[in-house]
């Protein structure tokens, strides 16, 4: 069972800047995402990266102002975020599954199965 453990929550004030790591160890595949959970809204996904090619998705709401990447010696994954925004405050997930690149960029949240234990993101304005 591949796990992915998460870093790099915390509170920061609006348009400040965090980077969540994901770290992983046995885990192959191609696909990794990050999701976002706030209190009383569904899982969304945020951006996801396909690394056969490097091609990455990004939801509306975080196009350009977050970038996903992936270091494949380390085995982590990253989210950049700056100009953070109140609205951004969530828990956020990190998963990854082998999907395909096209699935993979459409972050279906239930094709995806690892999954970190999250972590919080508090924007306040």
């Known amino acids: 069972q591949e796990q992915l453990v998460e870093s790099g929550g915390g509170s920061v004030q609006a348009g400040g800047s965090l980077t969540l790591s994901c770290g992983h160890s046995?885990?192959?595949?191609?696909?990794m995402a990050w999701f976002r959970q706030a209190p009383g809204k569904d899982r969304e996904g945020v951006a996801a990266?396909?690394?056969?090619?490097?091609?990455?998705y990004y939801d509306d709401s975080v196009q350009g102002r977050f970038t996903i990447s992936h270091d494949n010696t380390n085995n982590t994954a990253f989210l950049q975020m700056t100009s953070l925004k109140p609205e951004d405050t969530a828990m956020y997930y990190c998963?990854?599954?082998?999907?395909?690149?096209?699935?993979?960029?459409?972050?279906?949240?239930?094709?995806?199965?690892?999954w970190g234990q999250g972590t919080q993101v508090t924007v306040s304005s």
């Open positions: 998963a990854a599954s082998r999907l395909s690149r096209s699935l993979c960029l459409s972050v279906p949240a239930g094709d995806f199965i690892f």
């Open positions: 046995d885990y192959t595949g191609r696909c």
């Open positions: 990266i396909y690394m056969g090619d490097s091609s990455t």
